[in-house]
């Protein structure tokens, strides 16, 4: 499965050099000129090769390499620390390391980040891909037969395996319950509208919406998927001609935006305003009020994927599976529901 790598004897050859000149460039020394230096660089990339820092002191201990990449879009979102962690438990355990990088959201960083992992010598790789991600990005790593697991966002056409919440469903149980504590108007907001999972929860949202007999024309407001960008579309929500008086949120970082955007305005979560987001991140029992969210277990997610992928590495192949996991709506203050049953029963 795996194909024949690219040596320095075919770079030397294909660049014109002897085989010291090219190992001098990969060492950065300052003994080659700036002209060979660079076609060398130009024929390396042309035949795709790949430096494995590690190669040499592996062939030495008769080793493995018993690294793990692991790459997310947005670090700063403590979802994905918490899905690290999930990771690390399962790929500690079995006696490989991670490395862990953030991309910012970059397509740049995240294909320098990938390619400085593979100089390394990974084994596997889990990776959220950074928006606007080609399949094509993977498909070097597919033809040396290095497994891939990705996690979070789905990448079509991709041929690697991948670990997802049921996005459309637990959007779905969000905006049922806000409809059944009586809410009519429910806005969508947050998330990149260029990403699957944004796709996957606006579709859940309108399924939701549709099941419900509501209207969504004009509630669905994108904004960065941030605790900043839940303030900013909660700015834009409000002052709408038909206010809403609910909103289902991206995920959780965005719901915390949103609390704090309305309490800027005088308004409280839970009260004035109900408020549901998408992850379930350890903050959101802690937060005031406790917020309401769907629940996907990220470190389970992590475990999962970096099961997934051990899986794959100890038999030797990289055959694509596809994982969907199941989600449950979390009911606490944030939404009002608390409130509702008080009303009800006269309290």
Same mark, same amino acid.
């Given at each position: 499965?795996?194909?024949?790598?690219?040596?320095?004897?075919?770079?030397?050859?294909?660049?014109?050099?002897?085989?010291?000149?090219?190992?001098?460039?990969?060492?950065?020394?300052?003994?080659?000129?700036?002209?060979?230096?660079?076609?060398?660089?130009?024929?390396?990339?042309?035949?795709?090769?790949?430096?494995?820092?590690?190669?040499?002191?592996?062939?030495?201990?008769?080793?493995?390499?018993?690294?793990?990449?692991?790459?997310?879009?947005?670090?700063?979102?403590?979802?994905?620390?918490?899905?690290?962690?999930?990771?690390?438990?399962?790929?500690?355990?079995?006696?490989?390391?991670?490395?862990?990088?953030?991309?910012?959201?970059?397509?740049?960083?995240?294909?320098?980040?990938?390619?400085?992992?593979?100089?390394?010598?990974?084994?596997?790789?889990?990776?959220?891909?950074?928006?606007?991600?080609?399949?094509?990005?993977?498909?070097?790593?597919?033809?040396?037969?290095?497994?891939?697991?990705?996690?979070?966002?789905?990448?079509?056409?991709?041929?690697?395996?991948?670990?997802?919440?049921?996005?459309?469903?637990?959007?779905?149980?969000?905006?049922?319950?806000?409809?059944?504590?009586?809410?009519?108007?429910?806005?969508?907001?947050?998330?990149?509208?260029?990403?699957?999972?944004?796709?996957?929860?606006?579709?859940?949202?309108?399924?939701?919406?549709?099941?419900?007999? /509501?209207?969504?024309?004009?509630?669905?407001?994108?904004?960065?998927?941030?605790?900043?960008?839940?303030?900013?579309?909660?700015?834009?929500?409000?002052?709408?001609?038909?206010?809403?008086?609910?909103?289902?949120?991206?995920?959780?970082?965005?719901?915390?935006?949103?609390?704090?955007?309305?309490?800027?305005?005088?308004?409280?979560?839970?009260?004035?305003?109900?408020?549901?987001?998408?992850?379930?991140?350890?903050?959101?029992?802690?937060?005031?009020?406790?917020?309401?969210?769907?629940?996907?277990?990220?470190?389970?997610?992590?475990?999962?994927?970096?099961? /997934?992928?051990?899986?794959?590495?100890?038999?030797?192949?990289?055959?694509?599976?596809?994982?969907?996991?199941?989600?449950?709506?979390?009911?606490?203050?944030?939404?009002?529901?608390?409130?509702?049953?008080?009303?009800?029963?006269?309290?």
């Amino acid at each position: 499965m795996t194909k024949a790598r690219v040596t320095v004897i075919d770079i030397a050859k294909a660049a014109g050099v002897s085989k010291s000149t090219v190992s001098l460039v990969l060492q950065g020394s300052s003994l080659v000129n700036e002209g060979t230096r660079a076609k060398v660089n130009t024929v390396m990339r042309e035949l795709g090769y790949v430096y494995n820092r590690g190669a040499a002191n592996l062939r030495q201990a008769g080793a493995k390499s018993r690294i793990i990449g692991v790459v997310v879009n947005d670090l700063t979102n403590s979802f994905f620390a918490e899905l690290a962690v999930g990771v690390d438990m399962v790929v500690q355990s079995a006696g490989f390391v991670q490395f862990l990088s953030n991309t910012s959201e970059s397509i740049d960083r995240q294909r320098e980040v990938v390619a400085s992992m593979r100089e390394h010598g990974i084994s596997g790789l889990i990776v959220s891909p950074a928006r606007a991600t080609d399949a094509a990005d993977f498909k070097p790593l597919v033809a040396a037969g290095i497994p891939v697991v990705v996690v979070v966002r789905n990448l079509p056409g991709a041929k690697v395996s991948s670990v997802v919440s049921d996005n459309r469903a637990g959007m779905m149980s969000a905006v049922k319950h806000l409809a059944e504590l009586g809410h009519k108007r429910i806005a969508f907001l947050g998330g990149f509208p260029d990403t699957a999972v944004f796709d996957d929860r606006v579709a859940g949202y309108r399924n939701g919406m549709e099941a419900a007999g /509501l209207d969504y024309q004009d509630l669905v407001i994108s904004s960065a998927p941030s605790r900043a960008g839940g303030v900013e579309a909660i700015g834009k929500a409000i002052v709408l001609a038909d206010k809403p008086t609910a909103a289902v949120c991206f995920n959780d970082a965005v719901a915390f935006g949103v609390c704090d955007g309305l309490r800027a305005r005088r308004l409280e979560p839970g009260s004035d305003f109900a408020v549901v987001g998408f992850d379930d991140v350890i903050e959101a029992q802690a937060a005031v009020p406790a917020l309401t969210t769907v629940s996907v277990d990220p470190q389970g997610i992590g475990r999962r994927g970096a099961q /997934l992928l051990l899986k794959q590495i100890n038999a030797g192949k990289a055959e694509a599976e596809t994982v969907t996991t199941a989600v449950r709506l979390v009911v606490r203050e944030s939404c009002g529901a608390r409130k509702s049953v008080e009303i009800e029963k006269g309290l």
